[in-house]
């Protein structure tokens, strides 16, 4: 089976809400870091861990990356 | 003269340590009361247990709206207030308010206008995260008055202030001491000497010294005259042939003002002017009276 | 009355801000949805990762609606509950610890009002994820799983789930109310897992407990569950949520001299 076939016999309709989550989450990570700018740990290590790990990366983020100024 | 607050026997301890020493003194209305005192001699403590936030180990408060929430009619400014970063000034400053009892259309007139009072008029919209430390010090002190608090309490109000600022502030608190009762501690002597009713002094959890300004200033050598000569070994000579208690320090003279008149001091002068370039009245300062009371056994 | 909806209105408001009242219900919505694909596709995705030998064949069983939302209720028993201490574990002991409290304490509030006001934008939230988050699941495991549960079970499920989420969420605010975040977080996460382990230990002799809701409620989806003990399970939930609710304001009240000035 090739690529294009593989890709067309997933069912993107079901599929789509989950990847939208996942930028929505990933959106808010990095507007609110953008914005505060102050983590526990270095930033860019948090830009990394919202990028690269799915849905956990975010709430990571959300729940202890976050300081509270 | 109406007493807004009395306390009596005042203590708190911590792990047998006596942070707060039986203390009593007495707020009368509209007057200005500081609260003076070396780090760590008590003063946040003796506020916070005046604000409601600490319970003390012994010893009475007694506000004179009886039957009251106290903390109504108190308005608090800690030394480092802390606001919600994600707050907009109007928006803390409605909460505030609107804790603290007030109610209606006339809440938001209140705050903007307190706000306002404050200088924070165009910053009312912004968020407080992004407010520098002079601003947060103006936001403090406007929630601490927009419910017109009876008593408030203020700690440090502006020794986190650049000079301008300090001005400013202390400007905003003489204006509201006509209708307020203040009591603020503080370690800029300068200061508390402008905005004085009353002085409390602390040492180590204990009030060493009360009273009006101006007694305090009697007992702690009121007044007297300064000297000034172009070289000290004139000043040394004049000193040590004067009829009078006098005290050479550098090219300076002091002389106490219960010894001689102004006119007895210019004839004498007059007599022996070798070297002098100024003579003043000099009343003693706060700080030299702070020394003195501090240091003192 | 008045105190209440502003400090609420200040707690829904600090939801929105920090972005909470979005990311919390998103996982339970991603997990709700990820849940009855990853079963419905299990077939195709091992097949497409697995090196298996030719004519390997896998003997799957066959998954109802109900064995779906059990498997997610599962996650939501993890993640969900992870996510939910985290998200309130700072609460009060935050607003101490960074000094906001004392501006609120030193004014004539009630600290049961301080507390509830708290409590229920929590407890809002919470349900909010929880309803989304089966919700999502519901429109995936009617298009894609030939036997579902009706309606009015799901709904039962829900409303006992609901109850077990009060409990969470009113443990997490009075660990918050009495310990430091990181203590309250421990506590919270150490008694909600503890109380499962016994649970899978001794649960069938312990049969009130709020960690049976979750299982008595799921018997909605095949069955019914044993009334008695799910009306017992949540007289017990109850009570202990009300006492912890109590101390919990005691707590808040006593922990305010604690509160940086």
């Known amino acids: ?69 | ?297 | 009355m008045k105190q209440f909806s502003l400090l609420l209105g200040k707690e829904l408001r600090e939801q929105a801000r920090s972005f909470k009242l979005f990311w919390v219900p998103l996982v339970f919505i991603f997990f709700g949805a990820l849940e009855p694909l990853t079963y419905h596709f299990l077939p195709q995705i091992l097949e497409s990762v697995g090196n298996l030998p030719e004519g390997a064949e896998f003997m799957l069983p066959e998954m109802t609606g109900a064995d779906v939302y059990a498997s997610l209720t599962g996650q939501y028993q993890t993640i969900g509950l992870l996510v939910l201490v985290l998200a309130f574990m700072g609460s009060l002991s935050g607003e101490r610890k960074s000094g906001t409290g004392t501006l609120l304490y030193v004014r004539p509030i009630s600290y049961s009002t301080y507390y509830l006001s708290k409590w229920t934008a929590a407890v809002l939230l919470a349900f909010a994820s929880l309803w989304l988050g089966y919700g999502m699941a519901a429109t995936y495991i009617v298009q894609l799983y030939e036997t579902v549960p009706g309606f009015t079970d799901v709904a039962l499920f829900l409303l006992v789930m609901a109850a077990w989420l009060i409990f969470v969420v009113t443990l997490t605010l009075t660990a918050s109310a009495a310990l430091p975040t990181g203590g309250a977080a421990g506590a919270a996460l150490g008694i909600l897992f503890i109380g499962m382990m016994i649970d899978s230990l001794v649960g069938t002799y312990w049969t009130w407990s709020p960690w049976k809701l979750q299982g008595y409620g799921l018997m909605y989806l095949t069955g019914s569950p044993e009334s008695g003990d799910l009306a017992g399970a949540l007289g017990v939930t109850a009570l202990i949520t009300v006492l912890l609710i109590l101390f919990g304001i005691r707590q808040a009240r006593k922990n305010a001299a604690k509160a940086k000035v």
Request: glycine letters at 12%.
């Open chain 2, 1 to 297: 003269m109406n007493t807004v607050l009395e306390v009596s026997g005042l203590t708190k301890q911590y792990d047998g340590i006596r942070a707060v020493d039986d203390l009593t003194f007495s707020l009368g209305e509209h007057t200005a009361t500081a609260l003076i005192g070396p780090n760590g001699s008590g003063k946040t403590t003796t506020l916070s247990m005046l604000a409601g936030l600490l319970r003390q180990t012994s010893g009475t408060i007694r506000f004179s709206g009886e039957g009251k929430d106290p903390r109504s009619a108190i308005g608090f400014l800690p030394q480092y207030p802390k606001f919600f970063p994600w707050m907009t000034a109007i928006e803390y400053m409605e909460l505030a308010a609107g804790l603290s009892g007030l109610e209606g259309r006339s809440v938001r007139s209140a705050c903007e206008k307190t706000l306002g009072f404050v200088g924070l008029g165009d910053a009312g919209k912004k968020r407080i995260g992004g407010f520098s430390g002079g601003m947060k010090q103006r936001l403090g002190l406007a929630q601490a008055i927009v419910h017109r608090p009876s008593l408030l309490l203020l700690d440090e109000p502006v020794s986190a202030l650049d000079p301008a600022g300090r001005r400013e502030v202390m400007e905003m608190l003489k204006e509201l001491g006509g209708s307020t009762t203040i009591l603020y501690s503080t370690h800029i002597l300068n200061d508390a000497e402008e905005m004085t009713d009353q002085l409390l002094f602390l040492r180590s959890g204990k009030l060493i010294e009360q009273g009006p300004l101006r007694e305090v200033r009697e007992k702690y050598g009121g007044s007297g005259y300064r000297v000034l000569f172009n070289n000290p070994e004139a000043a040394e000579r004049f000193a040590a042939s004067a009829p009078w208690a006098a005290r050479a320090d550098g090219s300076a003279v002091t002389i106490s003002g219960e010894a001689v008149s102004m006119e007895e001091l210019l004839r004498y002068a007059g007599g022996h002017p070798a070297g002098i370039t100024n003579i003043g009245r000099v009343s003693v300062r706060l700080e030299d009276i702070f020394m003195k009371v501090v240091e003192r056994p």
């Open chain 1, 1 to 69: 089976m090739s690529i294009t076939e593989q890709l067309a016999e997933i069912p993107w309709g079901l599929i789509w809400p989950l990847i939208a989550i996942q930028l929505v989450l990933m959106t808010a990570a990095l507007i609110d870091l953008n914005r505060k700018r102050s983590t526990n740990g270095p930033v860019i290590l948090w830009v990394f861990i919202i990028i690269f790990i799915n849905t956990i990366g975010p709430v990571l983020y959300f729940t202890v990356g976050r300081r509270h100024s």
